[in-house]
């Protein structure tokens, strides 16, 4: 199968709207391959602090992008052979990611490497631009939103559990300010395009969200 027919699920959406746990339970129902393209972005943020490059410093952190030893392996995500996966999901890793996410040369750097991910039978990608550029051509998009209030009070949770310090009013407050940057960068900004279906999670269950697009995806993927 040519790569390009292999199918592809676009999820797309703003912080914590529940798009990753979404994601890869659609990914896990139809035995799909899973790309979690925030990660990515993570990634680039901590391997440039760890070689001590600054965050506005666009060639470099394109070169980190390229070069960037990572892996994901039974759900770990490791750079560098080392397991990072609790660091790149604090609220500052949060914000560095969402910094160098802004700029076009560190996109260009992580376009190759997220649409070799597309490989049979089929991926399900996450993230605020699949649908619009990294897989235009996606079998079935999606846009999965909630209120800002209901998204911060998921996301308190998540940092809740991990053992993390949360402040429901700093949260909100982190939530807002990276979706304003994520939302009016002039490069892919997040956006409900009218191809994608809106799903919007506030008043239902992950659950919920999984059996609609998995609904869909019968009538425009056929599993
Ligand atoms: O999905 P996430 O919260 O892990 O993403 C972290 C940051 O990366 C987010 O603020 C925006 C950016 N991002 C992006 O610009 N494009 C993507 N496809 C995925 C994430």
Same mark, same amino acid.
């Given at each position: 199968?040519?790569?390009?027919?292999?199918?592809?699920?676009?999820?797309?959406?703003?912080? +914590?709207?529940?798009?990753?746990?979404?994601?890869? $339970? *659609? &990914?896990?129902? !139809?035995?799909?391959?899973?790309? %979690?393209? =925030? #990660?990515?972005?993570?990634?680039?943020?901590?391997?440039?602090?760890?070689?001590?490059?600054?965050?506005?410093?666009?060639?470099?952190?394109?070169?980190?992008?390229?070069?960037?030893?990572?892996?994901?392996?039974?759900?770990?995500?490791?750079?560098?052979?080392?397991?990072?996966?609790?660091?790149?999901?604090?609220?500052?890793?949060?914000?560095?990611?969402?910094?160098?996410?802004?700029?076009?040369?560190?996109?260009? +750097?992580?376009?190759?490497?997220?649409?070799?991910? $597309? *490989? &049979?039978?089929? !991926?399900?990608?996450?993230?605020? %631009?699949? =649908? #619009?550029?990294?897989?235009?051509?996606?079998?079935?998009?999606?846009?999965?939103?909630?209120?800002?209030?209901?998204?911060?009070?998921?996301?308190?949770?998540?940092?809740?559990?991990?053992?993390?310090?949360?402040?429901?009013?700093?949260?909100?407050?982190?939530?807002?300010?990276?979706?304003?940057?994520?939302?009016?960068?002039?490069?892919?900004?997040?956006?409900?395009?009218?191809?994608?279906?809106?799903?919007?999670?506030?008043?239902?269950?992950?659950?919920?969200?999984?059996?609609?697009?998995?609904? !869909?995806?019968?009538?425009?993927?056929?599993?």
């Amino acid at each position: 199968m040519s790569q390009t027919a292999v199918p592809v699920i676009a999820i797309d959406g703003p912080t +914590a709207s529940g798009k990753g746990t979404v994601a890869q $339970r *659609v &990914a896990d129902s !139809l035995g799909f391959h899973y790309l %979690d393209s =925030g #990660s990515l972005y993570r990634l680039t943020a901590l391997a440039a602090l760890r070689q001590g490059i600054d965050l506005a410093n666009a060639p470099d952190l394109a070169r980190v992008a390229t070069n960037m030893q990572i892996d994901f392996q039974g759900g770990k995500t490791l750079l560098d052979g080392c397991d990072v996966g609790d660091e790149i999901r604090t609220e500052l890793a949060s914000q560095n990611a969402s910094l160098v996410a802004a700029l076009p040369m560190v996109r260009d +750097a992580l376009l190759t490497l997220q649409r070799d991910f $597309r *490989v &049979a039978p089929g !991926l399900v990608a996450d993230g605020r %631009d699949m =649908g #619009s550029v990294v897989f235009p051509d996606a079998t079935l998009k999606v846009y999965l939103t909630a209120t800002a209030e209901a998204r911060a009070v998921r996301r308190t949770k998540q940092l809740k559990e991990k053992g993390m310090s949360a402040i429901m009013d700093d949260v909100v407050k982190e939530l807002r300010a990276r979706d304003e940057r994520d939302m009016n960068r002039p490069v892919a900004p997040l956006k409900h395009y009218p191809d994608a279906y809106l799903i919007d999670t506030t008043e239902i269950s992950a659950d919920q969200a999984v059996k609609k697009i998995l609904g !869909l995806a019968q009538k425009s993927v056929g599993s």
